[in-house]
């Protein structure tokens, strides 16, 4: 595996999270200002900012006097929330998917200890991702 591979957290989260720091000070600003401000796309910034609209987390103002606003409490959103918000797929491995047809299993026996091991590792990132509030990872606080 290549080092500094990202397994669990997406590019989409990790510019989510650095466009809520910027929104963190409370004040509005532009698109472009975000972007501008930290290092970020500015088409993949519009994307992103729409998600996040959709879930109630940044407030989009169009027109001259335009811009987004932080909208949600980050104490009450957790990096799981972020997650689920963002990205499509929040599983460590494709056969955790609903539905997902695993060969191995049909034709060797319904009950895989990589799967089960799997679903352990899956539940203990889920509740540490929960632990951590958007508020402590944009603040850095305890």
């Known amino acids: 595996m290549k080092e500094g591979a990202n397994l669990l957290i997406t590019r989409e989260t990790d510019y989510a999270l650095r466009i809520l720091r910027a929104l963190s000070n409370g004040e509005q600003a532009t698109a472009k200002d975000i972007c501008r401000r ?3 796309p500015q088409q993949f910034a519009y994307k992103i900012l729409k ?3 959709r879930a109630g987390i940044v407030r989009i103002t169009r027109g001259a006097e335009g811009g987004c606003r932080l909208a949600a409490d980050l104490r009450k959103v957790s990096l799981y929330d972020l997650t689920q918000i963002m990205e499509d797929d929040n599983y460590i491995s494709a056969c955790m998917q609903p539905g997902y047809q695993c060969e191995w299993r049909q034709k ?3 009950e895989c200890r990589v799967n089960k091991q799997l679903l352990q590792i899956q539940r ?3 509740e540490e991702f929960r632990a951590h509030s958007l508020y402590q990872m944009v603040f850095d606080s305890e």
């Open 51 to 53: 998600k996040l609209s």
């Open 124 to 126: 203990v990132l889920d």
């Open 38 to 40: 930290e290092l970020l």
């Open 108 to 110: 060797n026996s319904p």
